[in-house]
């Protein structure tokens, strides 16, 4: 869940980024040339994750529960998520999803406003906070044992009895608003939105992107009308974890969740097609940066395509970390950039995406842009060694344990892959199948699977004080990111 809330920084974590920085800029041999006392350090293999045991309700009116007790604290959360999103929104609506996600929660219910909801939760320590993604909506929260009787309920007004107070609507169409306004400020970011628009095509929800006339077109009737359409018991799935006894927590959940009705039968939500892939370069003129901002990619995989275990390995060797090809070359070996590097992005039921990315003086772009093209053509063509696959494999084992050191970040990724149909333990058949990768299947995967002639490229920044121009890579597409403007008063959406 995405917690909009302020945040304050951990104690340490600026230390800590500071000895991060030091760090990447700290000599480091290429692999091979000798080592680093760092690189001289052995570890015990990884401990197994203990998953919890998961008790499957499904309510007679289609609802699917998870249940996990969990008696180490005094604290009850839960996680929902309903299927649709922004697949589900009506032709012509954009934005619809999202706004709907924010008001679900912020618009209060039947029985109270959003402001004495908060004001509950706040006295309660309880937490309930809501979001669109491209295919559900999804909340999530937690409070402490003492107060799930009064929070648990709260959930159950949120989800099925919203009031979408039209002034909350409005606040919310205000905030989107003003980060449309916003949304060129940020180079690298301009580059990440317009190379997702060339991946997935303007219109897909993958790379969603509104306008003012959007957020103007839509209305509290519409989000009445898509509450009604979308949130349905079938369609809903909940974990519930914690300080409680599974029993009880069922039979709760089902005096809560009961006498939900669903009428008719549910809409059928298609995934979109990812389109075919094809090679493009792309320019974002923006005159007030000083560097380049380079992003580039292509159509990747699904989490559960066979190839996926040794793929992640090679993109993690390619531009996973400090020790990664590409970090080292632009980096460590030519000083080009401060930081460079990419990985692959798979999705649950859709291909996902192989990126790159770096950002470097414009007397260097063409350089910069050049050599990380060369870093993915040489791992297709040139056998990794053996110490750069035991770097890979252990840095994401490694990593791999802090996607499950709570038990909220499990019961999530079980709740994930209930709802797209992945088998309880994919989790540990993906470590087992990464532990087994060797480098002919690195060598496999890279020639399958990487295909420098379809990369997609974006560079954002001043082409006149480029070091060459950008057609020498290809044909050059410039980009327009002009902002329209909004509507005016009394015009409807769309004229």
């Known amino acids: 869940m995405t917690d909009h809330s302020k945040r304050r920084l951990a104690p340490g974590t600026i230390a800590l980024g500071v000895l991060m920085l030091a760090a990447a800029s700290w000599p480091r041999p290429a692999m091979g040339q000798g080592k680093t006392v760092v690189d001289q350090l052995t570890f015990p293999k990884l401990k197994e994750i203990p998953m919890p045991a998961v008790a499957r309700e499904t309510l007679p009116n289609g609802m699917k529960i998870l249940l996990v007790e969990d ?4 604290i009850v959360g839960f996680q ?10 009506p032709p012509g609506k954009a934005g619809l999803a999202e706004l709907t996600g924010i008001v679900l929660r912020s618009g209060g219910t039947q029985a109270l406003t959003g402001d004495a909801l908060d004001e509950l939760l706040d006295r309660c320590g309880a937490s309930i906070s809501a979001n669109a993604a491209a295919d559900s909506i999804r909340l999530g929260g937690q409070t402490l044992v003492e107060y799930s009787d009064r929070v648990l309920p709260l959930l159950a007004d949120i989800l099925r009895r919203p009031a979408f ?4 609507l409005d606040l919310a169409s205000r905030r989107m608003s003003s980060s449309i306004a916003r949304r060129n400020d940020q180079a690298m970011g301009i580059a990440q939105r317009e190379f997702t628009k060339l991946l997935y095509g303007k219109g897909s929800p993958y790379a969603r992107q509104l306008e003012y006339a959007d957020l103007q077109g839509v209305t509290r009737d519409d989000l009445v009308a898509y509450h009604a359409k979308v949130f349905r018991p079938d369609q809903a799935l909940l974990a519930v974890f914690g300080d409680f006894k599974t029993a009880d927590m069922k039979a709760r959940l089902a005096q809560l969740f009961g ?23 792309n320019y974002v003129e923006k005159k007030d940066i000083a560097q380049t901002f380079i992003f580039l990619g292509h159509p990747g995989l699904r989490h559960d395509d066979p190839d996926y275990p040794a793929v992640q390995v090679m993109s993690d060797l ?3 970390g400090f020790a990664s090809r590409i970090f080292k070359k632009v980096r460590t070996e030519m000083g080009l950039a401060y930081g460079a590097g990419g990985n692959i992005v798979p999705a649950y039921d859709h291909a996902g995406f192989f990126f790159f990315y770096t950002s470097t003086k414009p007397s260097t772009t063409l350089l910069a842009l050049q050599t990380i093209l060369d870093e993915v053509k040489r791992i297709r063509e040139e056998p990794v ?34 709802f797209y149909g992945y088998p309880a333990d994919f989790n540990t058949r993906l470590r087992n199948a990464v532990e087994k990768v060797t480098r002919d299947d690195v060598a496999r995967v890279a020639k399958k699977h990487l295909q420098p002639a379809l990369l997609s490229v974006v560079a954002v920044g001043i082409k006149e004080q480029f070091d060459k121009p950008l057609d020498v890579i290809g044909p050059v597409t410039t980009l327009d990111i002009t902002i329209p403007e909004p509507p005016k008063a009394g015009t409807k959406p769309g004229k």
Do not use: C
């Open 259 to 281: 006498d939900w009705k669903a009428g008719g039968r549910p809409a059928v939500y298609r995934v979109p097609p990812v389109p075919p892939a094809k090679g493009s370069v």
């Open 80 to 89: 929902v998520m309903v299927r649709g999103g922004m697949l589900a929104e």
């Open 71 to 74: 008696h180490d604290f005094p």
């Open 165 to 168: 107070q039209q002034d909350k």
């Open 318 to 320: 390619l531009g996973g």
């Open 385 to 418: 060694t053996e110490e750069e696959l035991n770097y890979a494999k252990s840095a994401y084992l490694n990593s791999y344990a802090f996607d499950f050191d709570s038990r909220e970040k499990i019961v999530r990724r079980l709740l994930t892959y209930e």
